[in-house]
């Protein structure tokens, strides 16, 4: 069974940058290949949203409108990890970052709606703070 973890959040204040990781692990690896990724974030009392998303070639990437120039989605299919390089992070981006797989999609399809993604880490911190 695959498993995603993430990893690199942490506590920063407003302007800096993080890179946040994301590795798959388990037995069906080369799903990880195949497959479209995203990132998506909760802050308390807000819904999950979707951050970044990037197709299984990695040609392909859509993005919230509210971090396009700020941050960028991008993957490494032979370390079976997709990263996120997010720069001048303000308090707003506040909130736990999760990586999810979608395996069922095709061609180079990039979702934006969570149900859409089957597989999902357990998280990540990201605090910024003014």
């Known amino acids: 069974q695959v498993q995603l973890v993430e990893s690199g959040g942490g506590l920063l204040q407003a302007g800096g940058s993080l890179r946040l990781s994301c590795a798959a692990s388990?037995?069906?690896?080369?799903?990880?290949?195949?497959?479209?990724m995203g990132w998506f974030r909760q802050a308390p009392g807000k819904e999950r949203e979707f951050v970044a998303g990037i197709s299984w070639t990695g040609y392909k990437t859509h993005y919230l409108d509210s971090v396009k120039g700020r941050f960028t989605i991008s993957r490494d299919n032979a370390k079976n990890t997709v990263y996120l390089q997010m720069n001048s992070l303000n308090p707003e981006d506040t909130a736990v970052y999760y990586c999810?797989?979608?395996?069922?999609?095709?061609?180079?399809?990039?979702?934006?709606?969570?149900?859409?993604?089957?597989?999902w880490g357990q998280g990540t911190q990201v605090t910024v703070s003014s």
């Open positions: 999810a797989a979608n395996r069922l999609g095709s061609g180079d399809y990039v979702s934006s709606i969570p149900y859409e993604y089957d597989l």
């Open positions: 388990g037995r069906t690896l080369r799903t990880f290949s195949s497959s479209s």
